[in-house]
C-alpha cells in the first residue's frame, strides 16, 4: 500500500513526487527525481530514517519492479489487505 504525499514541487526542484509505502508499517518515503543538476537522470530515493534501508538509498532505474525486489530484500513487505466484496 503506498500513499501520495506531494505532486506539487517548484518548477526549478528536480523532485516530481512523493509517496509514503506501507504507511503503517515501514513507513518509507519515496521520492521520484528527474533530471537532478547533482545527480543526473532521472532516480528513485527511499528514505525510512535508518529503520529498514540504508541512510536515503537511491536506485538509478525506471522500473518499479527494481524498487519492489529492494524492499523485500530489506525486509519491507508492506501488510496484506483483504478487501469485501
Known amino acids: 500500500m503506498a500513499n501520495k504525499l ?14 509514503m509505502i506501507d504507511p503503517a508499517g ?10 537532478d543538476p547533482y545527480f543526473g ?10 529503520q529498514y534501508l540504508p541512510n536515503r538509498l537511491r536506485l538509478q532505474t525506471s522500473s518499479f519492479e527494481v524498487l519492489i ?3 523485500v530484500k530489506h525486509g519491507i513487505r508492506g501488510t ?3 478487501v469485501a466484496a
Not at 506531494?6 to 509517496?19: C, K, L, N, Q, V
Not at 515501514?26 to 533530471?35: E, G, H, K, P
Not at 537522470?41 to 535508518?50: K, M, R, S, V
Open 80 to 82: 496484506e489487505r483483504v
Open 26 to 35: 515501514a513507513s518509507v518515503f519515496c521520492t521520484c527525481y528527474i533530471n
Open 6 to 19: 506531494f505532486a506539487e514541487y517548484s518548477e526549478g526542484d528536480p523532485r516530481a513526487w512523493t509517496i
Open 41 to 50: 537522470d532521472n532516480y528513485f530515493e527511499l528514505h525510512d530514517g535508518g
Open 69 to 71: 525486489e529492494h524492499l
